[in-house]
């Protein structure tokens, strides 16, 4: 494969003065600017979950239609985040991060002030752009923070992915219950600009020779497979996935995928680097972060419709939306709090045994889900468990990363991290979807999923769990940041 013609100054020497005079306070106030856009972008995937019942019937639409409010922010994030990974690298990280925000802010906006359901699927879509926001984070405070605090910075930052996810829920609650939906999007849109402006204000951007053209071909081929992947396993389950449609486009996305790697081995100025993609430690990172997606999502699910199930069924609590998100709030609490830990772990262990590690307790959280199920506290022991696991394995994939990559390519590189970890939700939801929907009880005539669906839902991510912690054993320990640029 011919390399790219356009190559960069390292970010760590670009940017040696804005290191050496960063103090404490600025340290964390620059980590608090990035950090609230990256919860932002997080919450927007999760906010409009437990409300999607009631925004069906306030737009006067049915179920399958408000939907599209979810999926159109799914089909946007999974298109987006690799393109504009490979656009900061060329262009500015904080540049695009920026732009992603800026994106975020509108499309929120244009949700908050409408209720036609056309013009709020729009402005879902568009907040899907912010997605990129976690990835791009982790690569901007990769090249500008003193190097002792980029661990416990790259950790926060990546493990708000899941603690947005886990708070998202709870917060929905509280507004489905005692306000107008709008709100949802009014506090997105705000915490979007508020972080905009902190970071123009706080955050510089990194010295870099950047330029560059963007690989059109591979462009479009990634977003048409990416797209011809997400749509059937999004929307499979209510097509049928014997259909023609779900059938033929998982065709077209294999189709695409073998076209895109013919061109990008062709190109001198690849989308995406192949070669390095390839590379046996970014193939392993990249599939504990497909595994890790399927397996907390599957627990997000497993929890919230878990205990709003009635009692009837024999394991239910019969919840409310409210306290089925707030079952799940010790999780991300979890999440934030164990951070700092997460990179002490990383700097003294390495990453690869950190996420091993916490790829383990994420097993051991699922065994406990499927073994005790007589209360809800048991409930809430063993969500929390996963989301201490996830946290960690979340916080460990970017060191991961980092470490074997590029400079230049950090932004693009975790970006296609996060597409595999989109892949993994997409899965779980897909597989997860289908099984419950697969094994059920009936109740009353109505038939509600059962105690045995659920169980053998934990045990496939446990199992996905155990592969992780493979996976990461078998990843080479971390090498020195001067040899990362070699192939």
């Known amino acids: 494969m011919r390399k790219a013609t356009t190559e960069r100054r390292r970010p760590d020497d670009a940017t040696a003065t804005t290191r050496s005079r960063a103090s404490p ?68 990280r904080r540049l695009l991060l920026l732009c992603c925000l800026g994106i975020l802010a509108a499309g929120s906006l244009l949700d908050a002030l409408t209720s036609n359901l056309a013009l709020m699927i729009v402005g879902r879509a568009l907040s899907g752009v912010a997605s990129a926001a976690i990835p791009l984070g982790i690569s901007l405070l990769t090249a500008v923070l003193p ?14 992915l899941g603690i947005g996810s886990a708070l998202g ?39 870099t020779d950047a330029g560059g053209r963007l690989d059109w071909s591979g462009t479009v081929l990634l977003c048409a497979g990416v797209t011809a992947l997400m749509l059937p396993l999004s929307k499979g389950s209510s097509w049928g996935w014997a259909s023609v449609g779900t059938i033929g486009l998982f065709v077209l996305a294999a189709i695409l995928v073998v076209a895109l790697v013919m061109v990008e081995r062709r190109s001198d100025n690849p989308l995406l ?12 990172t990249n599939l504990s972060s497909l595994l890790i997606g399927f397996a907390l999502f599957s627990s997000f699910v497993g929890t919230s419709s878990y205990v709003q199930a009635p009692t009837t069924t024999g394991y239910g609590f019969g919840s409310s939306i409210l306290v089925a998100g707030l079952c799940l709030l010790p999780m991300g609490v979890l999440m934030l709090l164990l951070a700092p830990v997460a990179a002490q772990s990383i700097a ?16 051991l959280g ?22 201490a696991g996830s946290g960690v394995s979340y916080s460990s994939l970017p060191s991961l990363i980092n470490a074997n990559t590029p400079p230049n390519e950090l ?31 009936t109740v009353g005539g109505i038939a509600f999923p059962s105690l045995t669906g659920y169980r053998v839902l934990f045990a496939i991510c446990a199992v996905a769990s155990v592969l992780v912690v493979v996976a990461a054993l078998s990843i080479p320990p971390r090498r020195p940041a001067a040899t990362a640029t070699d192939s």
């Open 25 to 92: 306070a600025r340290v964390r106030v620059q980590v608090a600017a990035i950090g609230l856009g990256a919860l932002m972008s997080a919450l927007t995937q999760t906010l409009v979950v437990p409300v999607l019942p009631k925004l069906a019937v306030e737009l006067h639409t049915t179920a399958g239609a408000a939907q599209w409010l979810l999926t159109s922010t799914l089909l946007v994030a999974a298109v987006s985040v690799p393109i504009i990974g490979r656009l900061a690298d060329m262009f500015g």
């Open 348 to 363: 003294r262990w390495g990453a690869h045994r950190t996420l091993a590690a916490a790829a383990a307790v994420i097993t």
């Open 411 to 441: 932004a693009s590189t975790n970006g296609v991290n996060s597409l595999a970890r989109f892949l993994g939700s997409s899965l779980s939801s897909a597989i997860g979807g289908s099984l419950l929907a697969a094994i059920t009880v």
């Open 169 to 207: 829920l709870p917060l929905a609650g509280v507004i489905a219950d005692s306000a107008d939906y709008h709100v949802l999007f009014w506090i997105i849109a705000g915490g979007a600009v508020a972080s905009f402006v902190a970071i123009i204000g706080l955050v510089p951007e990194p010295a």
């Open 366 to 387: 699922l065994l406990f889900r499927i073994l005790f199920t007589d209360s809800l506290w048991q409930v809430i022991v063993g969500t929390a468990i996963i989301g």
């Open 147 to 160: 190097r002792e605090r980029t661990g416990s910075a790259v950790a926060l930052i990546s493990a708000m």
């Open 273 to 284: 680097d192949l070669d390095r993609l390839a590379r046996r430690p970014i193939v392993l």
